[in-house]
């Protein structure tokens, strides 16, 4: 059980990592947030990383990436 959630951890690291550089990346993370998380309290402590990707990605945007 520890191990699985180390690599859970480790794998939400890399992606959340990548989705600062690739607004595309946020943009996903952002659909799947969106389509499978709907417990409010897991939204609640999400809230932080979804300004932050929504950020990343409005970056690429008006970059045109």
């Known amino acids: 059980r520890k191990l699985e959630t180390g690599q859970k951890v480790i794998i939400g690291g ?3 990592s990548m989705a600062e550089d690739d607004p595309q990346i ?3 993370l952002l659909k799947w947030i969106d389509g499978n998380i709907t417990r ?10 979804i300004t ?3 950020s990343s990605f409005e970056k690429g945007f008006i970059r045109g990436l």
Not at 40 to 49: A, C, G, H, M, Q
């Open 52 to 54: 932050e990707l929504r």
């Open 26 to 28: 946020a943009e996903q």
């Open 14 to 16: 890399m992606m959340l």
């Open 40 to 49: 409010k309290t897991d939204l609640d402590r999400l809230e932080d990383v």
